[in-house]
């Protein structure tokens, strides 16, 4: 993949859909949430023409809150998961990524939660909120444990559409590099709702 990636959201559609690309407009994947289900499940397809899964994103609980989401790969192996820190993510999300043995190996966290929150409230105003996606943009940074920045996602301005571009921070492994853009999928469509 080359860097930067950008995750395009489309606004108007019954389920959530993102749409991945790299830096020479190549599309990396496909993302697509599964409508009227008790469980988060999200399927990733290799494009938009949905021929092939990527893999699959599950919830391991009804109720979100401190939920784990699982990623499989297309022949139903685990790969890792994000888990969402309830209590944590009240104020400023946060969110540990887990490898295919559930070991935390790194932690995703909001840089500043007042973007989100001036976003969030601008956003509800009627015709000022369609302004709001050019005036606020949260970032989210992904650190080893060992406290080193490797990846980080920024919304970028965008008039109805959510744009996110994900930039590589630190060398790391395909494996690596996957299970990160897939917590960044998943966090994206948790926190979209709030802003």
Not at 160 to 181: C, F, N, T
């Amino acid at each position: 993949m080359q860097y930067p990636l950008k995750a395009v959201f489309k606004i108007i559609a019954l389920a959530p859909q993102i749409k991945v690309t790299d830096a020479a407009g190549e599309e990396v994947c496909y993302v697509q949430q599964k409508m009227f289900k008790f469980k988060e499940a999200v399927t990733v397809f290799s494009d938009s023409s949905k021929q092939s899964t990527l893999c699959e994103i599950k919830a391991d609980r009804v109720i979100d809150w401190s939920a784990c989401y699982h990623f499989f790969d297309s022949s139903g192996e685990t790969f890792g998961a994000v888990r969402r820190k309830g209590m944590r993510s009240i104020w400023k999300a946060h969110y540990e990524l887990l490898d295919e043995n559930d070991v935390h190996v790194a932690t995703i966290q909001e840089e500043n939660p007042w973007a989100k929150v001036s976003d969030s409230m601008l956003g509800e105003i009627p015709i000022l909120g369609m302004l709001s996606g050019y005036l606020f943009h949260p970032k989210y940074l992904l650190s080893s444990t060992q406290g080193q920045p490797c990846f980080r996602v920024t919304k970028e301005p965008a008039f109805l559409e959510g744009v996110y571009r994900i930039d590589k921070l630190a060398e790391s492994d395909p494996v690596d590099e996957l299970r990160a853009l897939m917590a960044f999928l998943m966090m994206a469509l948790l926190e979209r709702a709030r802003g």
